[in-house]
């Protein structure tokens, strides 16, 4: 079978051949001797619209066909210059795959993402949908070439674990014990000696600290995987599964670190433009109006880059603004970093030197002992989009601060080791892979970039 797409690929192999493909109905009009059917097929944006003739032995059959049905088609491939897509099928024979009963519930017609998002096994069949996932593939795609360009290995960090990465307890337990029937100690807690892996384990948060091990032997590493949070953050831009792209390299800073996400993120949108134009155009006609236009200024400018102390210093001014009035030593929310990157800088913007106690144990501390080395990149629309740092490479400085916090020291002794054997500067960061298909689409929920969502009080399919 030929595919849409490869109709476009290469339109002289087909013109006026007679093919074959296979793909599903969106549209059938008909009317006494005639009918049009618009097909999709998946592998390419546009439809292409079928013609079919009363010579069809099953002409009356096709002519009932309802949007959603799968069809296998045979016929001539003409051009149509005069018309909306330059191609079109002149059938002669229309083979019924598979019917689709008249309550299919995507009708031609637009409906809205809240109620696409009941459905989410039938939603990848729309236009909006379509145009998501295939972005969504292609920047996955875009992140693989751009750090194979660079030498960095991918390392595929474990989904259980034993310890919390972000040091911030909001992860999902993992246990193989009977609910009905747990092993319990004498102080009456769950016994966990007696699980599947004798201790308490989790689903991952990140995969940092096992790629910080890669990263001291291979140098330039990243990670690309699921990871989870049992966060009760009941927002639009917070899933309980989410993809993180972790980059982790040896003999880097702060510097270096932000350098590379400025890199990172403008290699994706480049990629994306120049591989979706359809999609792009959908989106910006569609979802969101300034789209490409703010998406092609940021390829022609430097991100913006200001130390936590100034940024409050600049949002302090328009507190007036804010539901949560800002303050040096609180955590900037979603409404102060979006008013820094949409109304002061007007582009992304890299928020470096944050208060200690607002960041993860991990962090670099600076020179004033009140600060880390941490940066948060954040963009127009949805706020933070990366968070990354250069890592305390000091083993009595990370030592002391897991005791201060109250960790379980035991369980970090791996990572204390790579300050003991060879430690050097390094750094990196959490890109969050739903937060940058929801920046290049204009797409504004969460639960619409990911495939199948699984967000507080919803896990559904
Ligand atoms: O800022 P975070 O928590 O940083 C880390 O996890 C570090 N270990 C990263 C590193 O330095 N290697 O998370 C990184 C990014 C955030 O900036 C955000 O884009 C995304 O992950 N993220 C979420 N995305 C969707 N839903 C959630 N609940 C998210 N939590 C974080
Ligand atoms: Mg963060």
Redesign the pocket.
Known sequence: LVSIRDIYKDPKKYIDKEIKLGGWVRSNRDSKSFGFIMLNDGTYFDQLQIVYHDVLDNFEAVKKINVGAALIIKGKLIETPEAKQPFEIQASEICIEGVSAPDYPLQKKRHSLEFLRSISHLRPRTNTFQAVFRVRSLIAFAIHSFFNERGFIYVHTPIITGSD??GAGEMFKVTALDLQNIPKTEDGNVDFLQDFFNKETSLT????LN?ETFAMAFKNIYTFGP?F?A?N?NTA????E?W?I?P?MAFADLTDNMDIAEDMLKYIIKYVLENAPQEMKFFNEFIDKGLLDRLKNVLDSDFGRISYTEAVELLEKHNDSFEYKVSWGCDLQTEHERYLTEKIFKKPVFVTDYPKDIK?FYMKLNPDNKTVAAM??LVPGIG??????QREDDYNKLLKRIEELGMDTSLYEFYLDLRKYGSARHA?????F???VMYLTGISN?RDVLPFPRTVGSCDI
């Open positions: 990465a972000e948060v990140s995969g940092q790629g990871t949070r966060e953050s831009r917070h899933a309980a989410f993180m972790e982790e993860a948060d990149c933070e989009i990366i968070g990354g740092s990196g960061f959490g890109l969050g739903e937060r940058c969460i």
